[in-house]
Antibody, heavy 120, light 109 residues
Framework: EVQLVESGGGLVQPGGSLRLSCAASGFSFKSSEMIWVRQAPGKGLEWVSYINNIGTTLHYTDSVRGRFTTSRDNANNSLYLQMDSLRADDTAVYFC?????????????WGQGTLVTVSS | EIVLTQSPGTLALSPGERATLSCRASQSVVSRYLAWYQQKLGQAPRLLIYGASSRATGIPDRFSGSGSGTDFTLTISRLEPEDSAVYYCQHYGGSPLWTFGQGTKLEIK
C-alpha cells in the first residue's frame, strides 16, 4: 500500500523557518518524481515545488522561489521542504505527492497533509 | 500562464442524477496533460482522471472525462451520496508547472 506521511507542521512567527518531512512507503521512492502542493484554509490547491527522482532538477512556484528548498533522501525514502522567511500567506495545509508514471504529469498519490500556520 | 476556470462553483443534485462539471482553459492545452481530482472534506485529493479521459486505478466507470483544446468536462453518472466533494481540474505545463482550477463543489442532497 502506498503511503505518504507528512510531518513537521506547526505554528511559526512571520520571518521564521520550518522544515517539513514526508515519509514514503509502498512504492519505489528512488524512481519517483515528487511535488509539494499546498492548500490555504478554505481555498483551492496550489503547486509549490517539484523534485526529480535523483534530486538534481528542482522547480518552484514564483511565490516561494528563493525562500523554500525541496530536497530528498532516497536512502531513507524521505522528501523535505525547508521553508524560510515565512509569511502569513504561506499558511496552508502542505501535501507531499507523487508524480504519476503513466502520463508523468498527473499526481497519483497524496499524503494527508500537515498544517503550517504563520502568525504572531 | 494558463488559467483554468471551473464551472459551476457549486452544484446541488440528487442521488441517481448526472453531474456535469466544466473546466475551461485560458488557452488551448495538451489534453494528455489534463487531470481531475476529487477532494472530500478534510481529506487529501484523489486522482480520478488523467490524460483528459483515462480513469485512474480503482475509479468506478461512473466517472468519465472528455474534452480537448480549451474545454474539458468531468461527468459523474448515477450520483451517490459519497460523491459529495470538491472537484478540481489540473493542467501541467508552462509556469507554474502544475495549475489547478478553483474547484467545483458538488453537493448530493
Amino acid at each position: 500500500e502506498v503511503q505518504l506521511v507528512e510531518s513537521g507542521g506547526g505554528l511559526v512567527q512571520p520571518g521564521g523557518s520550518l522544515r517539513l518531512s514526508c515519509a514514503a512507503s509502498g512504492f519505489s521512492f528512488k524512481s519517483s518524481e515528487m511535488i509539494w502542493v499546498r492548500q490555504a484554509p478554505g481555498k483551492g490547491l496550489e503547486w509549490v515545488s517539484y523534485i526529480n527522482n535523483i534530486g538534481t532538477t528542482l522547480h518552484y512556484t514564483d511565490s516561494v522561489r528563493g525562500r523554500f528548498t525541496t530536497s530528498r533522501d532516497n536512502a531513507n525514502n524521505s522528501l523535505y521542504l525547508q521553508m524560510d522567511s515565512l509569511r502569513a500567506d504561506d499558511t496552508a495545509v502542505y501535501f507531499c505527492a507523487r508524480v504519476g508514471t503513466v502520463v508523468t504529469t498527473e499526481v497519483d498519490y497524496w499524503g494527508q497533509g500537515t498544517l503550517v500556520t504563520v502568525s504572531s | 500562464e494558463i488559467v483554468l476556470t471551473q464551472s459551476p462553483g457549486t452544484l446541488a443534485l440528487s442521488p441517481g442524477e448526472r453531474a456535469t462539471l466544466s473546466c475551461r482553459a485560458s488557452q488551448s492545452v495538451v489534453s494528455r496533460y489534463l487531470a481531475w481530482y476529487q477532494q472530500k472534506l478534510g481529506q487529501a485529493p484523489r486522482l480520478l482522471i488523467y490524460g483528459a479521459s483515462s480513469r485512474a486505478t480503482g475509479i468506478p466507470d461512473r466517472f468519465s472525462g472528455s474534452g480537448s483544446g480549451t474545454d474539458f468536462t468531468l461527468t459523474i453518472s448515477r450520483l451517490e451520496p459519497e460523491d459529495s466533494a470538491v472537484y478540481y481540474c489540473q493542467h501541467y505545463g508552462g509556469s507554474p508547472l502544475w495549475t489547478f482550477g478553483q474547484g467545483t463543489k458538488l453537493e448530493i442532497k
